[in-house]
Structures are given as structure tokens and as C-alpha cells.
């Protein structure tokens, strides 16, 4: 894929397209506490992110996303086999990941996985690709760093040729060609859906144009109105690479809890003590509890707050970056899975509302 930015945003177009409004939550699987504070198992933490999927359904919440990470603080290394749990249990909600990390994975056993996925849930699998910003998958697969961006590139052109349908002929270097190969099991209504999860990278909202996939802008710090030329540049890359407009969705993490106050306390001391340790390794700022009122006010990317706070600052958004999709991404390691399953509920009978009657 060659194509230059600057191409493509000389390219003109109308109105975009509307498409539903749509809400979801997304977890890293953040490792829950219980109610005196005590860190809980792994196993339990999975188990607990099943109960949020079927609290999300019965509340409203159009979709759940489960994002891959490999870590002690995120124990979700297998979310398509807890997305089938939770889709078991359930009969609407849309299950997916919440990112995939496509390039220390083999793109046959991602399509393979979330095919089945969509034969088990009735349809209703999604999948989200990523490059990986967290780099925890590499060393564990036995990937190189330095190969980052060509991984994900060639490995996302054998996903788009595999979405098309079998049999498929691909050709590449960072795993072995298949010609005239059957990848099974088939999808009985074409493909599922797919978006590239993006988080500041111009040639990575072309990458989503070129394949035809949605696109998922992952906001999480500052003003989220800077994003806004990326949902324009991607329905033009769209538009001149010859396809239809497509949606554009919006992750960013948040609370909500009765009161803004509360939604704060809460979620504060969780959210500084996961900053400070991976500020680390991946190069953080440290919050201080100024820049975090800053994050949670009108201009930041923090969704925290009473349900009225969080849907005001979803609908602003949503209007200012032309998207109509919101991810909520809730939680954060040693939070307790009670208040987790407040925040959810506040979202899917309260928030999820006033936003539709907000934009209505």
C-alpha cells in the first residue's frame, strides 16, 4: 500500500454517510479486586469480564470488545474463547476484540477463530486489528521489534484476502504462501466486520480505506477534536480508492458512577498507578491530578463522571469527529468488579440514552 497522505486529502467529497448511532464497551480484561481491596486471581477476573458481557446485553450496550494483552494487570490473552462465553449466554450483543494484535498473530488462525466466533454467536462476531501498542505479544511469539510496520502491513493484506472468501492465493514473506487454499469454517452471510484500530498514524487511516475495513480511532489523552481531520481523510481515501463510506468508531477509557465526584475517586488512584507503571517501559507522563482534571474535562480524553458528564462529552465528540460509534473502554487494574458492573449498567440505561436524545 503506497499510496501518499497527501494524495488522498487533496481528494474532495460531500456529506458523509450516516450511518446508526452505535455504543459499546471495551475491556483489557483489567484484573478486578474484590471489595476489601484484595488483588483477584486471574481466573476470576475472566470469569467477571463474562458477567459485564451479560450485564451489557440486558442494559442495552450494543457491543463488547475484549483487547488482547499478555500481562499481569491484563490477563485477556485468549478473548475469543471468553467473547464465545459470553456470547453463549447471550442472544444480541456483538462480540470482538478490542484490539487483535494482528502482527504477532497468524492472520489463518485470526479469521479461523473469529469465524467460529460468528458460527457460535449467530453472526454477531466483530474483529478490531491493531499493530500492537502494547509490544508485551513480541518477545512472547518470538516476533522483532523491527519488524513492526511490515508485519502488520503484509499480515493485514492476507486478513483482507481472507475475509474475501476461499479459496484464497496469497503470496508473502512473513509466512509461508497459500495458493488455492480453503480456509475453513466458512461465513454463512459474507464477511464479519472488521476495523483497524488506529491511534495517531495518517498512513494507518489509509491502510483502513485500502482494505475496506471501518475505522476505530483509539483516543486516549488529549483533545480528542485533533482526530477529527483522520475521520475526514479516511471516507476521502475511501472514496478514492472506490468504495463505499464506511463507519468511523471512537475508543477512549472512562467511568461512570453516580456522581462526577465519585466516578473520580474511583477511578483515580487505579488509573495514576497503571500510568506510573507503564510509564516505564513505554514512555508515559506521569499524571498529576491537575492534567487528569484536565483529561476528564470537555477537551480531554477521560470519559469519568455521572452518567449526564459522560453523555454530554460522548455527544460533543461523536458530532466534532464525524463518528457514530462510541467504545466505552471501562476499568482499570484493581478496580472491584462491583463497581465495575455500576459503571456498565449506568452506561447502557443511562448514558447510552441521553446521548441518543442529545444527537437525536
Do not use: C
Amino acid at each position: 500500500m503506497t499510496t501518499a497522505t497527501s494524495d488522498i486529502a487533496a481528494t474532495t467529497t460531500g456529506e458523509p454517510a450516516q450511518f446508526p448511532l452505535e455504543f459499546g464497551i471495551d475491556t483489557f480484561g483489567d484484573r478486578t479486586s474484590d471489595q476489601e481491596g484484595r488483588l483477584q486471581t486471574h481466573a476470576q477476573t475472566i470469569r467477571n469480564v463474562v458477567e459485564q458481557g451479560v450485564l451489557a446485553e440486558q442494559v442495552g450496550v450494543d457491543f463488547i470488545g475484549i483487547g488482547e494483552h499478555h500481562t499481569d494487570d491484563f490477563p485477556l490473552s485468549a478473548a475469543d474463547v471468553v467473547l464465545a462465553a459470553i456470547a453463549a449466554r447471550t442472544r444480541s450483543i456483538h462480540v470482538g476484540s478490542a484490539v487483535t494484535v494482528l502482527s504477532s498473530d497468524d492472520p489463518v488462525r485470526v479469521f479461523q477463530r473469529f469465524s467460529t466466533l460468528n458460527a457460535v454467536s449467530g453472526g454477531r462476531a466483530e474483529v478490531i486489528l491493531g499493530r500492537g501498542s502494547s509490544i508485551d505479544s513480541f518477545p512472547l511469539f518470538g516476533y522483532d521489534l523491527a519488524d513492526y510496520d511490515d508485519l502488520f502491513e503484509e499480515k493485514t493484506n492476507l486478513f483482507a484476502e481472507l475475509l474475501k472468501g476461499s479459496p484464497v492465493t496469497w503470496q508473502g514473506k512473513t509466512r509461508a504462501s497459500l495458493s488455492n487454499q480453503d480456509v475453513v469454517p466458512h461465513t454463512e452471510d459474507g464477511p464479519f466486520p472488521a476495523w483497524i484500530g488506529v491511534g495517531g498514524s495518517p498512513q494507518s487511516v489509509i491502510r483502513a480505506a485500502h482494505y475496506g475495513f471501518s475505522l476505530m480511532l483509539a483516543i486516549i489523552g488529549g483533545d480528542p477534536a485533533r482526530f477529527a481531520p483522520f475521520s475526514q481523510l479516511f471516507q476521502q481515501a475511501l472514496e478514492r480508492f472506490g468504495r463505499a463510506p464506511l463507519p468511523v468508531g471512537v475508543h477512549s477509557p472512562g467511568h461512570v458512577a453516580a456522581t462526577d465526584e465519585q466516578a473520580r475517586d474511583e477511578f483515580w488512584p487505579h488509573y495514576l498507578e497503571v500510568i506510573r507503571r507503564y510509564s516505564k517501559i513505554r514512555g508515559f507522563a506521569v499524571p498529576t491530578e491537575d492534567s487528569f482534571r484536565s483529561e476528564v474535562g470537555p477537551q480531554g480524553a477521560l470519559y469519568v463522571g455521572s452518567p449526564e458528564t459522560v453523555a454530554q462529552k460522548i455527544a460533543a465528540n461523536l458530532t466534532v469527529l464525524g463518528a457514530n460509534r462510541f467504545d466505552l473502554k471501562y476499568g482499570m487494574p484493581g478496580l472491584a468488579q462491583q463497581a465495575l458492573m455500576t459503571n456498565i449498567e449506568l452506561y447502557g440505561t443511562q448514558v447510552i440514552p441521553r446521548v441518543r436524545e442529545l444527537l437525536g
